[in-house]
């Protein structure tokens, strides 16, 4: 089946443009998850929903950056006036939502290069 | 709060070999384990996971983990390495709690390099 699907690939902006981030989760998981991957500070967590709902958004770095999900399936991470420190692979992931031991299954990601 | 260490940023091992790549975590309670796998330009792939019972767990590809509470450890082995293992290894420790999620603590990652 499908799996987890992020577009863009790769985005290139400009210091201050916002840009947009889509997640396209397995159908049937109601859990989503946002990480970020960079050089300086590895892999971490930004923000997690449970169907349309985001209880936890204690890894968003700056109120830049928003996310929503809707319909209980696409998400879209937001990045306002982007910094050339957002510069990153951002990672989606999505799991079940049944418990903590579940596997969460990983997108390719979007490389986000802020110039 | 939980934390993950990979001590080893690279290890270079030859075809064949046997590989271990040592992980330690810190977690209040009965943690949740992961060893996720990336390869260049991929997203991450789970090669295993522990949550209860036996500590020796198996995964894809030939790898394997053991859970040592008494030393905080979950560290991966696989007894003979093939050139397409050459990629880099996160461990990882999740919450378990239903209310905020699985959020998933990494470590720093292990890049395994795989000579001919």
């Known amino acids: 089946g499908a799996g987890v699907s992020q577009s863009p690939s790769n985005k290139v902006t400009e210091k201050g443009k916002d840009v947009e981030l889509r997640c396209d989760p397995i159908s049937g998981h109601t859990a989503l998850y946002w990480y970020r991957q960079s050089l300086g500070q590895g892999l971490e967590f930004l923000i997690y929903?449970?169907?349309?709902?985001?209880?936890?958004k204690s890894g968003l770095p700056s109120d830049r950056f928003s996310a929503e999900r809707t319909g209980g399936s696409v998400s879209t991470l937001t990045i306002q006036r982007t910094q050339q420190e957002d510069s990153a692979v951002y990672l989606c992931?999505?799991?079940?939502?049944?418990?903590?031991?579940?596997?969460?299954?990983f997108g390719p990601g979007t490389r986000l290069l802020v110039l | 709060a939980q934390s993950v260490t990979q001590p080893d940023i690279h290890i270079t091992v030859s075809e064949g070999a046997s590989l271990e790549l040592r992980c330690n975590y810190s977690y209040g309670a009965t943690p949740y384990l992961f060893w996720y796998v990336q390869s260049p330009g991929q997203g991450l792939q789970l090669l295993l996971k522990y949550f209860s019972g036996d500590t020796l767990v198996q995964g894809i590809k030939g790898f394997e983990a053991e859970f040592k509470r008494s030393q905080s450890s979950f560290n991966l082995r696989k007894p003979s390495v093939h050139w397409s293992d050459a990629a880099e290894y996160f461990c990882?420790?999740?919450?378990?709690?239903?209310?905020?999620?699985?959020?998933?603590?990494f470590g720093g990652g292990t890049r395994v390099l795989v000579k001919p």
């Open positions: 992931a999505s799991s079940l939502g049944l418990g903590g031991y579940e596997t969460q299954y």
């Open positions: 929903f449970q169907g349309n709902s985001a209880p936890d």
């Open positions: 990882a420790v999740g919450a378990g709690i239903k209310a905020a999620g699985n959020k998933l603590t």
